[in-house]
Structures are given as structure tokens and as C-alpha cells.
């Protein structure tokens, strides 16, 4: 027979939390099928894989490549090695277990999903309810435990090593995809499991383009560098944004960096729990539109991350969000400049009971932007 | 007014070749909401953007982050910058083009996303019928072009340039993160905009977790690794892996090291227009269940590779899919056995009109896992 294994403690309270909020909402058995959810709830790190919670049992599914590394990760779950697909081992269980309905999270089911579902759930032996609903694993994603709180500020770390680690050896004549691969690098060596998302090393007037991709341009002299990185440890991220100024960078961007600097040190000030995300970001907002740059600011001030480097919650013009202990944000105000250059200045945030607390340690003054 | 820009020729046959599976199917009017779809048909790189293919138009529907290098890299598209959410744009679209029908593709539409633009249609002002469908994009990507053609060989090129700069470097001591760090560092340093997908490095036993993310164990003598990488060069990747043998390792792994490499060789070499994705996987899996590790091999034997790391075609026993020239596919058959270690090799191949080409060049005779 075998062995139940206990749930670490971080893992049993996610799952009480969850458990309470399906009893709440009257859907007692959950399909989670989004990979950082069902690595949130099992510990499990692998991809392909879901979980169906029900009041008894929590069954991980998943396939050979996978079914080692669940026996060392999450041997607290009910495996289940699947030889045909997804749908079809679920309505396997749920035809073993007699199970009567069934809900899943419509943010990550897709059509075609939801299809094979309920084919597969219609052969199961017996009638069953399949309802799709707006995920309630996500929304106890928004605020992070010790566990989470602590990886996040590892992940911060990592990234800041490598920023430091990369700034020591910059030099002109590199190239963006030189800059990024030797910031990625230095962050995987001390530990990153990756970066966190595509790093953006954007060089001079490329910096207007707030998602560029690095290519083949060369760091100059006299001008900006704009970095936007962050790294991953253990499935949680940073996310961070620096200028580097090499030499004399045109005024202009010295004048938007301290406009930005600004709006960015204003709205971090306001954090804190029962403020809501529009409010937090009309603070960065009219301080860079009073000095005359609002329609060069079009993207919202700053997101949640977590296991995602864009969570749920964000602090836009649209958000309704009421803050909470233990949400993590980016604040990353910027004014982007066509044919100029761009400068965003970015840090997380840890909202805490009393305000909040930055967890990224990096300076940011105009000073300390000059390499 | 507006000049209208001329298509270039390749992304133009690819359009046309999608109006005609529209014409065919009865969608003439498509919502394309997969990211590497969008960049397929339009040439923007980027996220967050839906595109609408209608007899006359192909809107791209962005925001403002990417409005100017939508402009740069696909100025022939009618670009849209929304203010608000990707289907209140698109419905303001329906609604002024007087669209009365629209399809979207059910395997990239979330439940979440077709109940939003079932809402935002509704108000569009007059009455529109929204269909999901089995996918059109996804099928035309299976065959790729000669431009495709050309990157995934970059992406080959850029991977194993890395793997040679890797073990010309690789060290005993060395961790497996250090060796992962330092093959993507090579990759992008030689221009690959990122590793095609997370790098696997394992080291002695870890082989047999055919996903086994790198960690903190040292490379020993007298032991094996497994290196399972790519690079990604302007969005297209390569998927390849290789094991390095450091001093003696267990006899066991040069065993099935040999019944490993005979099984991808027989299987490439059947490989040709008109065979289907089961009859070339049961090639290797007939070897390898021979040999006595049948139940050893648990996954697939190889997947399409393009835009996205795995596409739609499989090398499987439940394939059904004939090969056509054009396809380019991964041959990555393996053994796993737990406490010992795992072999795989995996190679990129092209299915052509006469056969096959090997798009991969590095050795994989056990002289040359020999470090």
C-alpha cells in the first residue's frame, strides 16, 4: 500500500486557501491546468501537466517524461502517468470517482480544450457538469507567502549580481545581443535558472521602442544604454529596469530621466495597502504629464509578478485593485522619445501591512545612472 | 493619405495561401490571436497583438509599446493602437467594416477570450456570428519556406557553435548551471536572440529525467552528460542533443548509447514524402524494444520545430500525420533508466522531395561523445 505523504506546510495553507474559495463558490472539484498554478498548489515544476483538486485528493496528471521528477517533487500528490491525453485521463478519474461536476479556470482552458473535455468527460460512464469559471487559483497568487516573498527577493538579487557583474565590464563597442548575453550569463552563474523574461538592452534611440529586442547596434559614446532584465529562481521573478549613461547623453534625456525619476520615487512613496492600482498610477502619471510628457507615457505604471512576469493585478489608469499585504509590483514609469530615446527606471515592490518595502537595492539617481 | 505598402513576396504567398484555406473552410474573415502565428503571416515580432484577416485587409491590433516598431518592421498591415482591451478593438473593427461573421482558432482562443469577444461584438452594432474552428495558421506553418528554411539552419548553426565553444571549455567541477550558462552565453554571443527553449543539462544519473533541469551538481569524471539545447535566431529555433562522455562511464551507458544512435539512424534514413509520423517512430521503437528497453522510452520520437519549439506534427505512435517536403522535424529517440542515467541524441531534420537533409552537423558516433 502506499505511503500517504504529508504536505509541507507552504503547500497545505495554499491548498486551504484554495479548498475555501471553491467551497465558497460552490465548485468542489477544480481542473487546474495552467503550469505556474499547478506548480503554486503541488511544488511540481514540470510543464504539460494538471491538477484536479477535489475535496479528498489533489491528482497530479501527467506523462513518462515527467513521472521521476514527480516522485522526488510533490510525492504528496496522487500521480497519475497518462498514456493517452490529457482530457482523457482526466475523465478517467472523474468516471473512477464517480464525480458529478467539475469546473475549470476559463483564463487557461482554450476552446479547443474545453472540446476535448467534454467529449472525453461524455464517455466517462456517467453524467457530468463541466463549468468554466474565472480562476480562483490566480487571484490567491496576487498575495505572496514567506515562501514566495523570500524566492522573489533571491530572484531580485540574482539580477542585481548580474547588472553589477555586466556594468563592471561594459564597454563601448559591444553590441546589444554581446550586453544581454553577458548579463543573462552572469545571472545563470550565480544561480538564475533563466532570465525572467527577454532581456531588453536597447542602446541609444532604440530605447524609445519600450519592448526592443536587442540586435547588432553598438554601445556608443555619449550615449544612453536602457536595460530591462530580471531573473528566475526557483519559478519566481524579477523584474528591473536601469539606465546606463556612457559620457555625455543628450540633455533631453537627462531632463526625462529626472521627470521619470520622480513620478517613479512619488508613486512608490504612495504604496500601501487599501490604495487602489489607478490611484498609485495617476501619481507617476500627472507628475510626468505636468511636465508636458503625458502621451510619451502609454504604458501602465507597473504589474504582480511572481511565478508570471505579468500577473494578474497592475497599477494602469484601469486598474481597480485595492492593495494587499503581500502583493508584489514592478513601478516602472517612462517617456519615450521617437528618433531621441527612452528612459524607464523600474523596481519591485513588496506591499507590506504598514506601506510597502522596495525589494530591489540598486540606486537609481542620475548619478549613479553614469557608468 | 496613407501609401499603401507593398507585401513582401514570402509573407504575401503566406497570406495567400491562409485566404485560401479561408475560401476553402467558408471563414473569410479571421481573428489570428496566437503570437507566433501573428508574426508568421505579418512580420511583427512582437506580443500582445491580434491580427484580422479579411478578403480586403490584415489589421494588426496592438498597443502602444509596439506602435512604432510595428511601423518599422510591418508597415504594410492597417495597424490599430487600442486604448482599451484587444476585443473592444476588435469589435470596433467588425463594426465599422460592416463584418456580419468572424471565426477564430479554438486552439489559441481562451474560454475567457471568446466570452469577451462574444461581449464586445454584441455591442458592435449590428449582429455578428462568431465561429471557432480547428486552426488555419498552424497547418500552413507545418511546411516552411525557403526563408524558413534558411533561419532554422541559422538556428542550427548558432546551437552547435555553441556546444563546440562549450566543450572546448568544459571542466570537471563544473556545475550544471555553469555549463548551461555558458552554452546559451556562446549561442547569443553568436547572435541567437535567446535559447530556443530551457536549456537541459544533466549530469551522471539526472539523464534519466528526460526534462531535468540544471542544478548544482558537478560534472565528475567517469560520468555522463546530457545536453538538450537550441538557439532561436529572428523567431525560428533549432532542438538538439548530444551526450559528452567524461573519462569511463558505466558500460551500462555506452550500451544503450549504441541502441540509442542505431535507432535514430534507421529512423532518419526512412524518412521521405508519404510516410507517416507512427511509421517512423516505430522504425527507432522496434530497435530499442529489441534491445530489450522498450518500456525505457516513454515519449515521442520526434516533433516538428519552427516558430514554436514543439508544432503541431508529430513522431509518435498515435501520429497520423504524412510527411511533406518542407516539413522539418526532431529524431531525438532515448533511454532512461533510473539510478544509471538516460541517453538521448536528437537531430533536426528536413523532410525534402527526394528524402531527407540532416539540417544538424555535429557527430554523434560514440568516438565522438568522448570528451
Not at 66 to 77: G, H, K, L, N
Not at 232 to 246: K, N
Not at 289 to 306: P, R
Amino acid at each position: 500500500m502506499a505511503v500517504k505523504v504529508q504536505w509541507p506546510p507552504h503547500l497545505g495553507a495554499r491548498l486551504a486557501a484554495l479548498r475555501a474559495a471553491q467551497h465558497k463558490k460552490k465548485l468542489p472539484v477544480l481542473l487546474v491546468n495552467y503550469g505556474p498554478d499547478v506548480s503554486y498548489l503541488t511544488g511540481f515544476e514540470g510543464d504539460d501537466s494538471w491538477a484536479l483538486v477535489t475535496p479528498e485528493s489533489v491528482w497530479l496528471i501527467t506523462d513518462s517524461r515527467y513521472s521521476e521528477q514527480v516522485s522526488r517533487q510533490c510525492p504528496w500528490v496522487r500521480m497519475v502517468v497518462r498514456k493517452k491525453g490529457l482530457a482523457e485521463a482526466l475523465a478517467r478519474i472523474v468516471g473512477r470517482s464517480r464525480i458529478g461536476s467539475l469546473a475549470a479556470q476559463e483564463e487557461s482552458l482554450t476552446v479547443r480544450e474545453e472540446r476535448s473535455l467534454r467529449t472525453a468527460l461524455s464517455k466517462c460512464g456517467h453524467k457530468v457538469a463541466l463549468k468554466t469559471a474565472a480562476g480562483l487559483v490566480v487571484p490567491l497568487r496576487n498575495c505572496k507567502d514567506a515562501v514566495e516573498i523570500k524566492l522573489i527577493e533571491q530572484a531580485v538579487a540574482v539580477a542585481e549580481h548580474g547588472f553589477e557583474k555586466l556594468k563592471a565590464g561594459l564597454r563601448t563597442g559591444m553590441t546589444e545581443n554581446e550586453i544581454a548575453a553577458l548579463l543573462v550569463y552572469e545571472m545563470r552563474r550565480r544561480g538564475a535558472e533563466d532570465a525572467s523574461f527577454e532581456t531588453i538592452v536597447a542602446a541609444g534611440a532604440n530605447g524609445s521602442l519600450p519592448h526592443y529586442r536587442p540586435g547588432s547596434v553598438k554601445l556608443e559614446n555619449n550615449s544612453a544604454l536602457l536595460l530591462d532584465w530580471g531573473a528566475r529562481v526557483a519559478g519566481y521573478r524579477s523584474d528591473l529596469t536601469r539606465m546606463i549613461f556612457v559620457g555625455q547623453v543628450p540633455r533631453k534625456v537627462e531632463e526625462i530621466y529626472q521627470v521619470v525619476r520622480e513620478a517613479q520615487q512619488a508613486a512608490i512613496a504612495a504604496i500601501k495597502p487599501g490604495m487602489t492600482g489607478n490611484e498609485v498610477d495617476k501619481i507617476a502619471r500627472n507628475i510626468i504629464k505636468k511636465a508636458g510628457y503625458g502621451k510619451a507615457f502609454g504604458h501602465s505604471l507597473g504589474h504582480g509578478i511572481g511565478r508570471d512576469i505579468h500577473e494578474q493585478l497592475s497599477l494602469s489608469p484601469r486598474s481597480t485593485v485595492i492593495l494587499e499585504a503581500g502583493m508584489v509590483v514592478t513601478v516602472e514609469p517612462g517617456i519615450y522619445l521617437p528618433g531621441i530615446g527612452g528612459v524607464r527606471i523600474e523596481d519591485d515592490v513588496l506591499v507590506t501591512p504598514g506601506g510597502h518595502r522596495v525589494l530591489s537595492t540598486l540606486p537609481n539617481d542620475i548619478g549613479s545612472a553614469r557608468l
